[in-house]
C-alpha cells in the first residue's frame, strides 16, 4: 500500500527515542514534515537525523508536555515553522513499578502528568490548529494495560485506561471537523523503556512466555500500524482502540 502523506504536518511527542522515534521516521518516509517534540535534546537531533535519512523534513522543540506553558508554546513554534498541523501523536509516556498503595504522591502526580495530562495539553493546545482542514489524525499511544492490569502496574494501567478513554470522547468531538482519534494498545515492545524488563533473565522469560508470539514487539511496527491510521485508507476508522501484542489478549 502506497501511503502519500506530502504536504502534511506531524507533531510527535516523545519523537527522542523509541516508539516515538519510529512513527516520526515512518511519516517522513511517507512525505510528512515531522515536528518531534521531547525534553531530550541531544536524543531529538538522533531522531531528526534519522528522519532527514528517511528523505523527509523536520525540526525540534524542546517540549516537557507536563508543562502547559511549555505546549502552548510549542504549538505557536511549530505552527510558526510549518505553517499548519494535521497529525499529532500522543506517545510521551513514562512508567513507575511498583504496588498502587506504595506510590508516593509525587510519583502518582509524575505518572499521570505524562501519562495523561500530557495528552490532554497536546490536545488542547495543537487540535485547535487542526480545524478546518477537511483532515486530521490523532494517534494516542495507550498500551494493553488499557485493557488489563498487573501487580505493579496499577497506576500505569490507570493513565492508560484514562487515554483509551479520552480517545473515544475526542472521537465523537471531532468527527464533524474530519478529525479521527485512535489509540494504539501495544504489547511489550522492545523500547528503552522496557529495556530493564528485557534485562533481567526471569522478566524476561517470563513476559515471553505469556505473549503467544514468544518475542518482544519492535517499534518500527507500531510505526507501520500509525502510518495506516494516517492513510485516506483509514478514513472510516475512530473512537477506536487498536491492539497490537504478538497474541496477549486473545489469551
Known sequence: MQIDLSGKVAVVTGGSR???????VALARAGAKVALLSRDRAKLEESLKL???????????ICDVRDEAQVKQSAEDVVKRFGAVHILVNNAGTAIRKNVIDFSLEEWRALT???????FLACKYFVPHMKGQGYGRIINLTSIMAH???TGRGVYSATKHAVAGLTKALAL???DDKITCVAISPGFVATDLTAP?????ATNEAL??????????????IASLALYICS???????????LMDGGWMAQ
Open 173 to 175: 468531538e471531532l468527527v
Open 197 to 201: 524488563l528485557r534485562a533481567d533473565p
Open 232 to 242: 485516506d485508507q483509514a478514513a472510516f476508522m475512530t473512537g477506536n482502540d487498536v
Open 208 to 221: 515471553m512466555a505469556q505473549t503467544p508470539m514468544h518475542r518482544w514487539g519492535k517499534p518500527e511496527e
Open 148 to 150: 488489563v492490569s498487573s
Open 18 to 24: 523509541g516508539i516515538g522515534r519510529e512513527i516520526g
Open 51 to 61: 528522519v532527514r535519512d528517511a528523505g523527509g523534513e523536520g525540526a525540534t522543540f
Open 113 to 119: 502528568d505524562t501519562n495523561i495530562t500530557g495528552v
